[in-house]
């Protein structure tokens, strides 16, 4: 699976929008861009995935370059239970497709 | 609570000893995904299942196996436990292999701490 870059940390004040940036320079044409959270002592959960075209969901928004070689996960307001570690993941859709998950940006939430 | 559920949610237990952990997925989802997550190592794939087979493997050692059955939980065993082996194993289910239009659905984690 190509490899995808993300910053370590991030702030954000709560009620305000994060916008949480993904490189993936080398993505091929079928991989899908996926984004899972995993808040404190929990598994991590599904947030948003697309291919090409923006995304929207209830949860966020994904912003897509249109080179596909970044993107970003928008959350509208942050609230302090969006505090979490957030990963971007490729996934290819002629294989397995298990998750290979990198190390996530670390978003605070502060009050 | 995702649809997916792991048992024990802790187990202590002592180096030299054999586990199983257990994991029933989403009604209707065929396959089933376990993961590792140490805190030096991140998040590591082990192994993944669909309908009762082996699809892939990922950094499984030896030591660890793993099934699904025909009623589709999945057991991981892990056996001559090391202090290294101490983790959170995760399971995840999809519907179909690549996980279709919702995603990957993960439980909530199996503490081991091994002692």
């Known amino acids: 699976d190509a490899k995808t870059t993300q910053p370590n940390s991030m702030e954000s004040n709560e009620e305000e929008p994060v916008h949480l940036p993904c490189n993936h320079s080398?993505?091929?044409?079928?991989?899908?861009i996926h984004w899972y959270r995993q808040l404190p002592s929990q598994g991590p959960e599904y947030v948003i995935h697309?291919?090409?075209s923006n995304v929207n969901n209830r949860m966020a928004s994904l912003a897509i370059a249109e080179d596909r070689k970044s993107s970003t996960l928008i959350l509208h307001r942050a609230t302090l239970r969006d505090a979490a570690v957030y990963y971007c993941?490729?996934?290819?859709?002629?294989?397995?497709?298990?998750?290979?998950f990198g190390s996530g940006t670390q978003l605070t939430v502060l009050p | 609570d995702s649809g997916v559920t792991q048992t024990p949610k802790h187990l202590i237990t002592a180096t030299g000893q054999r586990v199983t952990l257990r994991c029933s997925p989403r009604?209707?989802?065929?396959?089933v995904y376990w993961y590792q997550q140490s805190l030096d190592q991140g998040l590591q794939f082990l192994i993944h299942y669909y309908n009762g087979e082996e699809r892939a493997k990922g950094n499984i050692l030896e030591r660890f196996s793993a099934q699904q059955f025909p009623d589709l939980h999945s057991e991981l065993n892990l056996s001559s436990l090391e202090l290294g082996d101490s983790a959170l194993y995760f399971c995840?289910?999809?519907?179909?292999?690549?996980?279709?239009?919702?995603?990957?659905?993960f439980g909530s984690g199996t503490r081991l701490t091994v002692v």
């Open positions: 080398t993505i091929s044409g079928t991989d899908y």
């Open positions: 993941i490729l996934s290819s859709s002629g294989s397995a497709r298990q998750l290979t």
């Open positions: 697309g291919l090409t």
């Open positions: 995840a289910s999809s519907v179909v292999v690549g996980g279709g239009p919702y995603g990957y659905t």
């Open positions: 009604s209707g989802d065929l396959s």
